[in-house]
């Protein structure tokens, strides 16, 4: 293994071992510094004694490539966070990339879905699918979603046990590990229970008859993982979309974790609660969904109110 590809693989080991890096921003990391070590050795550089010009050149180069703005930004995160690590494990005496600054970060709002659309989704999921089986996880897992805000991750790889008992309240691991209880609204409940039933009598048949071991997912599923993926659950998404005469492209699993937030603060509820309802490290991350509601208030007066027509 090359010097520089040592040096990722320690980082990116460092991250999951000592932050608890989740899986998607290992896999992250890799990928920009995997990008970052090819152009390097393309042009003859070498990552120990990398000087800042350098660096620069690269997100220049990543400039003329066509790359987001996003992109760059965290290509040049991936890389300062390199060398802090390389830095601070006395790897190399100096980091370089530590006074570069980035592409300013452009702030996009978060789609959003009013009350009737989600309602429309929520409604064409108890019709979702041909058995008892598709509808009532369809249900369930709609429900779970949009009552929590959790990330499609979260929800996908529920842990069985978190269903157990009826409870009023999930327990949900996050980014890094995390772990933070949310509240459950009496449909998420009870859609939560019917499938558990539903799920707990195909596990029994499935042990009974071909010595299946039991899922410890509440939506298990034969692939990798062991759970239901979520590639699955996108496709799933945009199929009720169109089942429930929603804009597909409107439809993502983020957008409905967006509306949870928004639906919550137009009602009055707290930011700080909703940030620890989401899981955000920081209430900079959820003040977003107050730009959502300025913009969203902004459109109604443009569109409602009699002065502002021509």
């Excluded at 070498?46 to 220049?60: G, K, N, Q, S």
């Excluded at 978060?110 to 659309?117: C, N």
């Excluded at 989600?118 to 369809?138: E, H, I, M, N």
Aim: proline share 5%; with cysteine; hydrophobic share 40%.
């Amino acid at each position: 293994m090359s010097a520089a590809l040592h040096w990722i693989s320690a980082f990116i080991e460092a991250q999951a071992a000592e932050l608890g890096a989740a899986d998607n921003t290992q896999l992250a990391y890799a990928r920009d510094l995997k990008d970052f070590a090819e152009w390097c050795a393309a042009h003859d550089h070498d990552l120990a004694d990398l000087t800042r010009p350098v660096i620069e050149e690269y997100l220049i180069y990543c400039e003329a490539q066509g790359l987001a703005q996003s992109t760059r930004a965290r290509r040049l995160s991936s890389i300062k966070q390199l060398y802090r690590f390389t830095y601070e494990e006395r790897l190399r005496g100096d980091n370089p990339a530590l006074l570069i600054k980035g592409p300013p970060k452009a702030q996009r709002l978060p789609k959003i879905l009013s009350i009737e659309e989600v309602d429309a989704l929520l409604t064409a999921a108890k019709s979702y699918g041909k058995t008892p089986q598709s509808r009532l996880r369809c249900t369930a897992l709609m429900e779970l979603l949009y009552a929590t805000g959790m990330r499609v991750t979260e929800l996908v790889s529920l842990p069985v046990s978190a269903a157990r008992g009826d409870p009023r309240m999930l327990l949900v691991r996050g980014k890094g590990g995390k772990e933070r209880m949310v509240p459950l609204s009496p449909p998420a409940r009870e859609a939560m229970v019917e499938w558990l039933v539903l799920r707990d009598a195909i596990e029994d048949s499935a042990r009974i008859e071909k010595g299946t071991p039991p899922s410890k997912f509440l939506f298990p599923s034969r692939g990798k993982t062991g759970h239901l993926t979520r590639v699955r659950f996108y496709t799933l998404i945009k199929e009720l979309a169109v089942l429930g005469g929603v804009a597909p492209e409107k439809v993502t699993p983020h957008t409905l974790r967006h509306a949870f937030a928004t639906h919550l603060l137009a009602n009055g509820a707290d930011l700080r609660a909703i940030q620890t309802l989401l899981g955000h490290a920081d209430v900079a991350t959820t003040e977003i969904y107050t730009h959502v509601l300025d913009a969203r208030l902004k459109e109604l007066v443009l569109e409602h109110h009699p002065l502002a027509k021509e």
